[in-house]
Structure formats: structure tokens, C-alpha cells
């Protein structure tokens, strides 16, 4: 109160605040971007609450989104870790570095389309080995195991629970508000949280050593295949040939958190463009027409492929555009007070980037709920889409890293997809079409339930490929 008594600014609007509570009660348990969304209808693009004193501001336009984030990103400053962290993952994901794993992403999409084709029921966890699997080699040259076998990976299963564990997390976000609660004994009752975080504690560094350490065994043995840990770990050796404990560290932090950001992300994408298609076969049959004008019926794409592929490549956008699978971006914190409009926004104050909204605005993008990839395929105008690589992966210093991968990745399994199968929903017992789900989780990354549905090979070439891609395999094993 003083602070801002100094400065003589108004907050930025918003909802009235209680005392001591503040606006504690206007925040919804779930779908806060929503929410974010309507109160702009009343105080306009910049939201500001305060609950429990902990201010929070939410951005619902692009243009405000851009001033804030990109031009001022000095606002929101990062610390030396993740700092280096953004350099490690910048060398391996930065544009002219992915196209070096474009064959491992083909590679590992025949494996997905086999999955499909053979245990279509588990269709989710096909679509998902396939980003672990291509990060996993990118990070450890390490090759996951098939789902189809029903082998389970003991990485991927640790690195599942434990980015499932990161998500439950989020029920104790009451304890940034009440930190004192941290100090309850664990018999305490509700103090679950602490047995919890000393579980997570402990899968999180197993999850960040365990394959870590592996790759520096098979390092020692020569056998370890040239990847993000075997490169880090030669360009941070000291003078005796050893790397530092410290800088061991951050490799393998920096390692599991590409594994962790690139799953989700990547196969939450690649479930919603089923789902689109679920919900309009339309898509799919003009999609698929494309693909089979320009590569003939049968053939699978390749990257090369990609720039003769508009259509495709709109429903890439309208997948990221239509049902945003980080709708507030990640939370970030000012570090110092600042003054934005002539309305003060007080250091450490909680920035949410409203992307869901941004994204929905009806301005520009008539009929926001609409699946409709032909917006993307209009001519460029002022008030036309935003691309939606400019606000779905971040602004600023903080923007994802990892979004020419994941572009790349969500191409090539979309349209390898398409053009093999023919996916429709599947009837239930009484003949009757069974409605897809839309039930997402409301956690930060967003997960996409599996609906019930039927993959149909659309020709016995792209079998044939499949199949002799699944016999070379078992040769080659
Ligand atoms: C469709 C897929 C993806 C989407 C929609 C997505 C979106 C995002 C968003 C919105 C952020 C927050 C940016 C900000 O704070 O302003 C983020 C951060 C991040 N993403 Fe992604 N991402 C995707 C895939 C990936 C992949 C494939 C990787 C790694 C290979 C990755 C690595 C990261 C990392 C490490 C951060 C944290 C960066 C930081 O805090 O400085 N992401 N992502």
C-alpha cells in the first residue's frame, strides 16, 4: 500500500478485493483462463487480483501480451540456472538443429502408425511414445521400448509418474498463499502434501539421474550414441577430463526437463487433432485429398513433403489454435515494480499470459470454437489470425524453446496419420455412434481423455509399409 502511495498509480483494473482475503473468492477452483477471459469484458485486457496479498495480473489481448512480455521482458528476469538451462536447450532445439532429427521422428512415427494399426484400443499411449521416444534419443540416444509388446519402459514409466506427480502439485498451490503450513507435522490432518513432496522428491532425482547415469556408463563403454547428455557432458569436461558435480547436475536437470516439457505438450497436440477429426470428417477427407493430389494414395509424407502439404499444415495451426494446451502459458513473477498505461504493477506480481483467450477472440478468429483450418489459409490481413507460434508457445526471453521441435514433431505424426488411416467414432452396442470426449484435464498442460474410435488402414500399401517396417524390426531384434 505504501509502495504504490509512492508511486500515486492506480493497480490495473479489476474485481473488488475483500479484506485480507482480497480476491481470493473470485479465483475459480478450475479453467482460470476462462474465467481471466469474462473479467475482461468488464475491466478490459489487463486484470489485476490480489488474494491473500499476492498480486496477480492476467493479459487477455496480444498487442498487451507483446509490450509487456516481449518488449519488456527486463520485467520478468530469470536466474543464472535457468539461464543455462536456455542455453543447453537451445543448442539442441534451436531451428537449424531439428531438421537433424527428422529422421528419428519419421523413424519413430512408423512405430506409432504400427501401434495404431495393431492395438488401435490404446491409441493414446501410441500417440504418446512417440514424442518420448524421439526425445529420449535426442537427450539420451536412448531407444524406448514398444507399447505394443506391452513392455513397459522403466524410464518412460518413471518419467510418466513423474510429470503426473508434477501436475498433482498443483492441488497444493494453497501453500505459495499459506507458507507457514509447510511446518505441520505429516500426521497433521490435510498435511498429506509433505509425504507427497518427499515422494516426488525422490522420483524426481531418480528421474533426473537414472538415465542420465546410464548414458554416462554407456559413455565410459563407447557405446553411447552422440546425444544432448554425451555432447553437454564433453563440452563442460575440466581440465582432468571430469565434469564438475555441479555441472553434472544442471545437464541432468536440463535433460529431464526437455523429456518432461516435450511428452505432454506434443501428445496432448497430436490427441486434440483426433479429436478434431472425431468431431468433423470433413477434416480428415480434405486433408487426406491433399496428401493423396500431391504424394499419390498410399504414400506416407516425409518433411520434405511439407511445404507442397497447405492444408495439412493449416490443421497443424487450428490444433494449437483451437484447444491451447498451456491456456495461461507458465506463471512468472515482476522483480522489481513497474508502471504499465499509467497503472502500477507492484514487484512480484504472479504474469499470466491469457493464450486461450487470445487465441478465442472473435475479432480474429470469427467463430473462435470452430475447428476450422481454413483461416489459416486466407490471405495475410491486419485484423486476420495471429500466427499461432507467436502466442501459443510464449512471448519473450521465456518462450518455449522447444517449439521448432515440437512444430516439426506435430507435423509429421498429423500427417503420416492422416494419410494411413481413416478414424471414425465407434459404435456402441446398439449400433448407435459413440460422441467423442472433450474432457481435458484442467491442470497447467492440458490432457485429452481417448475417445472411443476405430482406425481403418486406408490402403494395404501404407500397411504393406507398416508391416515391413514391424518385420525388419523383429529381424533386426
Ligand atoms: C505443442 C507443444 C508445446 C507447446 C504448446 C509448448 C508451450 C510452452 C509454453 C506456453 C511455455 C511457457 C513459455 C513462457 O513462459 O512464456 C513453454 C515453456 C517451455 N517449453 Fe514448451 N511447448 C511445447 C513443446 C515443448 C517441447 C517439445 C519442448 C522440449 C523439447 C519444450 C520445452 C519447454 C521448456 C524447457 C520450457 C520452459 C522455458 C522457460 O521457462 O524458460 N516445450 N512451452
Redesign the pocket.
Given at each position: 500500500y505504501l509502495r504504490r502511495r509512492k508511486h500515486g498509480l492506480p493497480y490495473p483494473p479489476g474485481p473488488k478485493p475483500l479484506p485480507i482475503i482480497g480476491n481470493a473468492l473470485d479465483l475459480p477452483e478450475s479453467h482460470l483462463w476462462l474465467k481471466a477471459g469474462e473479467w475482461s469484458k468488464t475491466y478490459g485486457d489487463l486484470v489485476f487480483l490480489k488474494a491473500f496479498g499476492q498480486p496477480m495480473l492476467f493479459i487477455n489481448s496480444y498487442d498487451i501480451a507483446f509490450d509487456l512480455?516481449e518488449r519488456r521482458s527486463g520485467f520478468l528476469p530469470?536466474g543464472e540456472r535457468?539461464r543455462k538451462?536456455?542455453a543447453m536447450?537451445h543448442k539442441?532445439?534451436q531451428p537449424i538443429v531439428v531438421p537433424e532429427y527428422h529422421s528419428i521422428m519419421e523413424n519413430e512415427v512408423l512405430k506409432m502408425l504400427r501401434g495404431l494399426r495393431e492395438d488401435p484400443e490404446q491409441y493414446d499411449k501410441h500417440v504418446r511414445r512417440f514424442?518420448g521416444a524421439v526425445?529420449m534419443k535426442?537427450v539420451y540416444g536412448y531407444e524406448v521400448k514398444n507399447v505394443v509388446k506391452n513392455e513397459n519402459d522403466p524410464y518412460v514409466a518413471m518419467g510418466e509418474a513423474c510429470i503426473s506427480g508434477a501436475f498433482d502439485v498443483e492441488d497444493y498451490l494453497f501453500l505459495d498463499f499459506f507458507p507457514w503450513m509447510r511446518f505441520l507435522p505429516e500426521w497433521f490432518p490435510g498435511a498429506s502434501f509433505i509425504g507427497e513432496g518427499k515422494k516426488m522428491r525422490k522420483l524426481s532425482r531418480a528421474v533426473q539421474f537414472d538415465a542420465h547415469n546410464m548414458t554416462k556408463e554407456r559413455m565410459k563403454k563407447g557405446e553411447a550414441p552422440i546425444c544432448m547428455t554425451t555432447v553437454l557432458l564433453e563440452d563442460h569436461k575440466e581440465k582432468d577430463g571430469n565434469v564438475s558435480a555441479e555441472e553434472d547436475l544442471h545437464i541432468a536437470s536440463?535433460s529431464a526437463?526437455?523429456?518432461a516439457?516435450?511428452?505432454d505438450?506434443?501428445a496432448?497436440?497430436i490427441m486434440t487433432f483426433i479429436l478434431a477429426v472425431l468431431e468433423d470428417q470433413e477434416i480428415q477427407r480434405k486433408g487426406q485429398e491433399e496428401l493423396d493430389r500431391v504424394l499419390g494414395k498410399g504414400c506416407l509424407p516425409t518433411f520434405a513433403d511439407r511445404e507442397s502439404l497447405p492444408y495439412v499444415q493449416a490443421i497443424c495451426y487450428e490444433v494449437?489454435r483451437w484447444e491451447?494446451?498451456?491456456p495461461l502459458?507458465?506463471?512468472?513473477a515482476t522483480s522489481a515494480d513497474d508502471v504499465y498505461n499509467g497503472q502500477f504493477i507492484p514487484a512480484g506480481t504472479m504474469v499470466f499470459?491469457n493464450?486461450w483467450h487470445i487465441l478465442h477472440d472473435p475479432v480474429r478468429f470469427p467463430e473462435p470454437d470452430a475447428f476450422k483450418p481454413e483461416r489459416w489459409l486466407e490471405p495475410e490481413s491486419e485484423h486476420g489470425p495471429i500466427p499461432v507460434h507467436k502466442v501459443?508457445?510464449?512471448?519473450?526471453?521465456?518462450?518455449?524453446?522447444?517449439?521448432h521441435?515440437?512444430?516439426n514433431?506435430?507435423f509429421i505424426a498429423i500427417a503420416s496419420i492422416l494419410a494411413s488411416f481413416n478414424i471414425e467414432r465407434a459404435k456402441d452396442a446398439n449400433g448407435m455412434l459413440i460422441q467423442p470426449t472433450h474432457n481435458y484435464s484442467a491442470k497447467t498442460v492440458r490432457h485429452l481423455d481417448p475417445s472411443k474410435c476405430v482406425f481403418t488402414p486406408r490402403t494395404s500399401k501404407v500397411v504393406d509399409t507398416v508391416r515391413m517396417y514391424s518385420m525388419q524390426q523383429r529381424y533386426e531384434s
Open positions: 512480455l530469470y535457468m538451462y536456455r536447450f539442441f532445439f514424442p526425445v535426442n536440463a526437463i526437455a523429456y516439457a516435450a511428452v505438450t506434443t496432448s497436440t494449437i491451447p494446451i498451456l502459458g507458465l506463471v512468472h499470459g493464450t501459443a508457445f510464449g512471448f519473450g526471453r521465456r518462450i518455449c524453446p522447444g517449439r521441435w515440437a512444430d514433431a506435430v
